[in-house]
């Protein structure tokens, strides 16, 4: 069974993540799609997607969710129809779910040398406190882009920036969680975030602030 984890941050709040092992046919045969899902993941050209996108359903399953439980807004943005909030992601080989009572957010993302190569165009004010010489750089680099990733699922908002528009607090990697902030259109959103590492791997996901 690839359910990999599954974490409670708080009472309201459930994070599952699945490793995906299974073949294609093996996670399509044990779910059921909507008609215009199934014609998604069949037009999909990479067997790779392909297998993420099925392995999402099977995370919604672990939570009692089927797919016509899920939709999308207009901003892409997923919703349960039992008014619980939800956050999806996946990468490469790895996919996650969070389900809460509030609005939430997650990333997963594969730790890799070139994020420092785009690292000025999502990052600004992080320069200040981390120093590219360090041996976790690049392992922070991730945390950020995640936790800023999850930031922009959480707001759903377009024209939302991650460069202009989001800040993440100075944080250890041992600390695993810090302060992450919303500055649009003249309002400050102040979150709660939590990241791990594993198997090469980074997940972060955003929270209400406590």
């Known amino acids: 069974m ?55 359903r099977h995370l919604l399953a672990e939570f009692g969710y089927t797919d016509t439980d899920l939709f999308y807004d207009e901003n892409g943005k997923p919703h349960l129809k039992d008014g619980k909030h939800i956050s999806i992601t996946h990468s490469f080989t790895f996919s996650g779910i969070i389900v809460s009572d509030f609005k939430v957010g997650i990333d997963i993302e594969k730790q890799r040398k070139k994020i420092g190569v785009i690292a000025h165009k999502f990052m600004e004010y992080e320069f200040q406190y981390l120093k590219a010489d360090k041996p976790d750089y690049i392992n922070k680099l991730t945390v950020i882009w995640c936790i800023k990733e999850s930031l922009y699922k959480l707001f759903a908002t377009p024209g939302l920036s991650f460069l202009q528009h989001t800040l993440v607090i100075p944080f250890t990697i041992n600390e695993a969680s810090t302060i992450a902030w919303i500055d649009y259109q003249d309002r400050k959103h102040r979150y709660y975030t939590e990241f791990f590492k594993f198997e090469g791997f980074t997940c972060a996901y955003a929270l209400p602030s406590k």
Do not use: C
């Open 2 to 56: 690839p359910l990999y984890k599954t974490l409670s941050p708080n009472s309201q709040t459930t994070v599952k993540i699945w490793k995906i092992t299974e073949s294609y046919n093996d996670l399509f045969q044990a779910i059921n799609l909507r008609a215009e899902n199934l014609q998604r993941v069949l037009n999909m050209k990479s067997e790779l997607h392909q297998r993420g996108f099925l392995s999402v």
